[in-house]
């Protein structure tokens, strides 16, 4: 197992500067715009912009300018600097990091809290009209976008503009420190939004993975030795059925806590890491959106890490990986 | 469709007067799984109206009397300057610049189907080959592309796609001028970051093809890895192929609207759904219709395509079900199990 561990983690390490190099690269090839002159502003000399160009290092190779990007992010953890902040990336990003955590794992435990019984239900009535009926439900969700339905739940119920005001609505929200119900509230909707594609996934998952396992011949060999059915479902039949709803958590909580909340965050207006990204786009900021897709990446890296690990102490037989 | 509809037997049935057997084609067996699909198949009648819609938008604008998607009427807006709902003139109403809804709806249905269609094509010629390649040379080709596969799945895709946006917004585009903002970017994006899901599932399917039978005999009468892989091989993974595609369309139609809800899509005046929704933000208290009506268009056509997806998975795949094979760690999983099955 320790060994397992050591060579994901050093894999992961790996992936993180081959994450690194293609964003560099993503992001120094394709804009035609001269980053000195976008620094510079409207009404700068010739002369300031060489200035600009000097202070920020672009007018040396592209190699070395790789190479000083690299040494930053692992010996500084320096993200890159923002223009329209004239500030860090790294500290913004650590500014804006607390509403992305709290919309994600709050979202995070509603869906598993949905999704999960859901699916079990489902798996154990299949065929059922209950079973059919979640199911058109489920999909019907998914294929909803996020920021429409955000949209239409301050439609019906935020309290400012809502047809039933009786929730925050956009643009309240209040850090944890102003006290657990003032955080809570603003949050119902938000979470609930984010929540709902992903419970119907998760249910959807667990659902077809439930029934076929519930068709092998342990389970038949549970129910013959006498063990009720409530048993024989949730230590046999759901336990080996969780494992691919595990993974999926870990992607989703990296990819969240990465950026992908920004249409949840544009929608109700929740200062996280996708609203600073979103602000950065009028203002051609791009040394911040990169500080950030680099920064979500490392998230995705880290949980995708997590996600292995978890997964092959749950089933070790995945421990003898090639990699 | 070919009819290979064969009676097999049929003389001898005649003189015995039993039942007689017939073998029924592929495609045949598929349409009788797949019809019986209620849902689907309203689904599929949808989406072939809906196609039929997008072509034909502009004789359809002409046709119902609807002003063209730009047009803007000043004299639907009120005393307030603000929007008018559903009138007889406009059906579904009109957004702040007067301009009528139902239109630039029926407009959007081109972006939405032209966006997924032609984004799933390409992510789909590169997963394939990417996925046959890797499968089947196994080894360091497999290597370099299953790690670059992981490289790009760490790359958080609505940042990144935001990123790209905007930087081909300023000057003169990206890479010299080739990529403009807009569409050919949103294509390009989409294209660039959806391949992954099906290059890893074509590849576990490679994997178990490339050791049966018919490819060892394929290969024992000298034929070329080209041939083996694009004649022999390819067209044995026609409907995972299919299955996969098709459900890789509606994550395809959100992803565009959700790039144009962000700002960075398809750029005005041109009407895109996600671009609506967008537009609505600021005045969906006000106006519901223009909230509304592009969302219920989106949610059908991708409800439309899921349902589609799902039905022909069922109908060409019934036993793969299940195929996790896109998951990190669980294509490993999948192939332990069905060794431990032999």
């Known amino acids: ?69 690299m040494k930053q992010i692992f010996f500084h953890f320096d993200f890159g600097y923002s223009y329209q902040y004239e500030t860090s990336v790294s500290s913004l990003i650590f500014d804006r990091l607390g509403p992305t955590a709290s919309l994600t794992f709050g979202a995070a435990i509603l869906w598993l809290l949905m999704g999960i019984p859901i699916g079990i239900i489902s798996a154990v009535r299949a065929r059922s009209l209950l079973d059919r009926s979640t199911m058109v439900i489920s999909l019907a969700l998914i294929s909803a976008p996020v920021f429409w339905l955000g949209l239409i739940s301050l439609y019906l119920f935020a309290d400012d503009i809502g047809l039933i005001p009786i929730l925050p609505g956009a643009g309240s929200y209040e850090p944890l420190s102003a006290g657990p119900i003032a955080w809570a509230g603003p949050l ?24 076929d396992v519930m068709g092998e011949d342990y389970i038949r060999t549970a129910r013959a030795k006498g063990l009720p059915e409530r048993k024989v479902v949730m230590k046999h039949g759901v336990r080996s059925a969780i494992t691919p709803v595990i993974t999926l958590l870990g992607l989703d909580i990296g990819v969240l806590l990465a950026g992908n909340a920004i249409l949840t965050e544009s929608v109700f207006n929740i200062p996280g890491v996708g609203r600073l990204v979103l602000d950065a786009i009028d203002k051609a900021d791009l040394p911040l959106i990169q500080g950030v897709t680099l920064f979500g990446a490392f998230f995705i890296v880290i949980f995708n890490l997590v996600v292995d690990i978890a997964y092959a ?11 | 469709m070919t009819q290979a509809v064969e009676t097999l037997g049929a003389v001898a049935a005649e003189d015995l007067d039993a039942p007689v057997i017939q073998a029924r084609s592929t495609r045949e067996l598929f349409w009788r799984r797949f019809k019986d699909d209620r849902l689907a198949l309203g689904a599929l009648i949808y989406l072939g ?28 807006l009120d005393a307030f300057g603000l929007p008018t709902g559903p009138s007889p003139d406009h059906w579904l109403g009109v957004d702040q610049l007067g ?8 407009y959007g249905a081109r972006i939405s189907l032209l966006v997924a269609f032609s984004a799933t094509a390409i992510a789909s010629l590169i997963g394939v080959i990417a996925g046959l390649l890797s499968g089947y040379f196994r080894g360091w080709t497999d290597t370099i592309i299953s790690r670059g596969v992981d490289v790009l799945l760490a790359i958080p895709y609505l940042l990144l796609a935001t990123g790209l946006a905007a930087a081909c917004s300023f ?61 022999e091989m390819l067209p044995n993974l026609t409907a995972p192929i299919i299955v996969y595609s098709t459900i890789l369309i509606p994550s395809v139609i959100l992803y565009e609207a959700a790039l ?4 960075v899509g398809i750029q005005p005046p041109a009407a895109s759904w996600g671009q609506m929704i967008s537009d609505a933000t600021d005045i969906f208290d006000a106006a519901w219709w223009y909230l509304l009506f592009p969302g219920l268009a989106l949610v059908s056509t991708v409800l439309a395509f899921n349902l589609v997806g799902d039905a022909l998975q069922d109908a060409l795949q019934p036993k793969a079900r299940r195929n996790r094979s896109w998951l990190p760690g669980q294509s490993k999983k999948d192939e332990i199990e069905k060794e431990e099955s032999q």
């Open chain 2, 260 to 263: 144009s809800f962000l700002g």
């Open chain 1, 313 to 323: 102490y749950l089933d070790p037989r995945v421990r003898y990986d090639d990699l």
């Open chain 1, 1 to 69: 197992m320790l060994e397992y561990i050591l060579r994901r983690v050093l894999w992961g390490v790996a992936m993180l500067f081959l994450v690194s190099g293609v964003i560099f690269v993503i992001f120094y090839l394709l804009p035609s715009a001269d980053p000195a002159t976008l620094r510079a502003g409207r009404q700068a000399s010739p002369d300031q912009i060489e200035r600009i160009r000097e202070s920020l290092g672009l007018d040396r190779p592209v190699f070395i300018q790789y190479v000083d990007y």
């Open chain 1, 188 to 211: 119902i909707l938000p979470w609930t939004v984010l929540a709902a594609a992903s419970a119907a996934v998760y249910a959807r998952y667990l659902r077809s993975d439930m029934i």
């Open chain 2, 49 to 76: 109206l809906l196609v039929l819609l997008a072509i034909l938008a502009p004789v359809l604008v002409d046709l119902l009397g609807v002003p063209p998607p730009n047009e803007r009427d000043i004299e639907s």
């Open chain 2, 171 to 231: 000057g003169n585009g990206c890479l010299g001028g080739l990529l403009k903002p807009g569409l050919a970017v949103v294509i390009f994006v989409i294209a660039v970051t959806s391949w992954t899901y099906l290059a890893r599932i074509v590849r576990g399917q490679t994997l178990s093809l490339r050791e049966k039978e018919f490819v060892d005999a394929a290969r024992s009468v000298g034929a070329s890895n080209r041939r083996i892989i694009f004649r």
């Open chain 2, 99 to 106: 301009r009528d809804v139902l239109s630039r709806i029926l």
